[in-house]
């Protein structure tokens, strides 16, 4: 498991100012701003706080508790973390601030068929092995991002995106994941983490990324442990 260590405020970021949003474009906010669901991430979302460069991240860090009750989620965020590794070897599982970020790509299990947004078999297999951890911990909330390579036009690599994002998250949501933990957002090929000049590169953009925050219950839980 990679681990990440950043330097955050300890303020929790639910609602960016009125200016912000209108300083981003219509396209970022576009992008960045797909169906929100659980009340953390649903105001984070709805605000455009995980738009830019890396939409999971930036939520995640827009959910942070800071201070005591923070330390005592980050430590359930790592048994966490070490759960799904262990359950899926082949995704690349990071911890970032309070929470995880979990990275599909078309290497690690869950994989679309070219300008196909329906998850095979083997991807729900996969999904199948998150969903049992997700459910060991049901007082988080969970971010489902979709990406993209280059290749194509740039609007339909948004919309393919935003259906196959959507797919995890319904597919999660037949599974058992309350909808009311959910948010989905959707950067088409704005944001990749390899170059699109090689096939492999490609291969690692065309990704889902799950990102798991505590929700309000765990929140809660938190608070209570550290008052003793």
């Given at each position: 498991m990679k681990?990440?260590?950043?330097?955050?405020?300890?303020?929790?970021?639910?609602?960016?100012?009125?200016?912000?949003?209108?300083?981003?474009?219509?396209?970022?906010?576009?992008?960045?701003?797909?169906?929100?669901?659980?009340?953390?991430?649903?105001?984070?979302v709805g605000n455009n706080v995980g738009g830019g460069d890396n939409q999971t991240e930036g939520a995640i860090?827009?959910?942070?508790?800071?201070?005591?009750?923070?330390?005592?989620?980050?430590?359930?965020?790592?048994?966490?973390?070490?759960?799904?590794?262990?359950?899926?070897?082949?995704?690349?599982?990071?911890?970032?601030?309070?929470?995880?970020?979990?990275?599909?790509?078309?290497?690690?299990?869950?994989?679309?068929?070219?300008?196909?947004?329906?998850?095979?078999?083997?991807?729900?297999?996969?999904?199948?092995?998150?969903?049992?951890?997700?459910?060991?911990?049901d007082g988080t909330e969970i971010l489902v991002s979709g990406h993209t390579d280059s290749a194509g036009d740039a609007a339909y690599n948004l919309e393919l995106s935003k259906k196959r994002a959507f797919a995890v998250r319904d597919y999660l949501s037949a599974k058992g994941v309350a909808m009311n933990r959910m948010a989905v957002t959707y950067a088409g090929e704005t944001s990749p983490i390899a170059t699109n000049d090689t096939a492999a590169g490609k291969a690692k953009n065309r990704r889902v990324e799950i990102g798991i925050v505590a929700g309000e219950e765990m929140r809660r839980d938190a608070e209570q442990e550290v008052k003793g």
């Open positions: 681990t990440k260590i950043l330097s955050i405020a300890t303020a929790l970021l639910l609602i960016v100012s009125c200016q912000s949003l209108q300083n981003t474009n219509k396209q970022q906010r576009g992008t960045a701003i797909g169906a929100a669901g659980g009340a953390i991430l649903g105001a984070i860090l827009g959910a942070v508790v800071g201070g005591v009750a923070g330390n005592v989620i980050g430590r359930k965020m790592d048994k966490q973390a070490q759960e799904i590794s262990q359950e899926i070897p082949g995704a690349e599982v990071e911890r970032v601030g309070e929470g995880i970020v979990v990275t599909f790509d078309e290497g690690s299990g869950v994989k679309f068929a070219t300008n196909q947004a329906s998850l095979n078999a083997s991807s729900q297999a996969t999904l199948n092995k998150l969903i049992n951890v997700m459910n060991n911990y």
